[in-house]
């Protein structure tokens, strides 16, 4: 509503400087002819997440911070806002054999992504849960209802003895995220190892799937500390990631064949496309 009344306020304000003009040359020529100018003009709303050097969300932002380029034209930036919009969460928990050890990690990852204390009624988010093995399940349907959902995430995020369809388990929470999120904000986050040792698509193939859905991915590393380092620093007992704290994997946890071993580089490599982290 915002949007549509300060585009239809820049609409009039720019129809009325051009019609002005026109308006003072029909009084002076007594109206002897008629001119009717027309001019469309398009207001686009890019929505964006920027992070600071420490993971948390950048604040006191404004428009000269933003440079937009289309088809390598400056575009010109009219106004710059913040505001907090509801989302439309898909949790991707992977529960495949290689996790046995990090499930704790992976559950309370999963609890910290909700936040049953805020105002549904003003940031009514939902959020959806799909477990990752041999197969891709969805453990819960979208739902606005945390507190609900966090009494029953450590009965629904069990270890198996399955292997790993990472890529496919994307292609799931992408598609749930399309065509099932009833909020306009929408966003993947995957709390993995990142290895892949089952799915029918590939790396390749899921990075274009990201490119063209546009759906931010976010990723939570639960590997072992020296790859975990490769991409964010570690803290002892909390890791800040994105304002968000995670317990860090305990130290004795390793690191199981070598599509686990990938891991870093795979959830690295599907974050960056859609502009996650």
Do not use: W
């Amino acid at each position: 509503m915002k949007s549509n009344r300060l585009a239809l306020f820049l609409l009039i304000l720019i129809l009325g400087l051009l019609l002005t003009p026109a308006r003072a040359f029909l009084a002076h020529s007594q109206q002897k002819s008629r001119s009717t100018i027309v001019q469309d003009v398009d207001m686009v709303q890019i929505p964006v997440i920027v992070f600071d050097e420490k993971g948390a969300v950048a604040t006191n932002l404004g428009k000269d911070d933003f440079r937009v380029v289309e088809d390598g034209v400056a575009q010109r930036v009219l106004y710059c806002d913040r505001e907090r919009q509801p989302v439309s969460f898909v949790i991707l928990d992977d529960v495949s054999q290689s996790m046995t050890k990090k499930i704790p990690f992976v559950r309370e990852a999963t609890l910290s992504v909700l936040d049953s204390s805020a105002t549904q009624d003003r940031y009514p988010d939902e959020f959806s849960l799909f477990g990752i093995e041999t197969r891709v399940t969805r453990l819960v349907p979208f739902t606005g209802d945390q507190q609900d959902l966090e009494r029953r995430v450590p009965l629904l995020l069990m270890p198996t003895k399955g292997s790993t369809a990472l890529f496919d388990g994307i292609y799931a929470g992408v598609s749930a995220a399309e065509n099932d999120a009833k909020n306009k904000g929408r966003a993947v986050i995957i709390i993995s190892d990142g290895g892949d040792n089952h799915s029918r698509y590939n790396l390749r193939e899921t990075r274009r799937l990201l490119e063209e859905a546009g759906v931010p991915v976010f990723a939570v590393m639960a590997g072992s500390l020296i790859d975990l380092a490769s991409i964010v620093p570690v803290l002892e007992g909390k890791n800040q990631n994105h304002g968000l704290a995670f317990p860090a994997p305990s130290r004795d946890t390793d690191v199981i064949g070598p599509a686990e071993r990938a891991g870093p580089h795979n959830l690295k490599t599907l974050t960056e496309v859609p502009g996650g982290g």
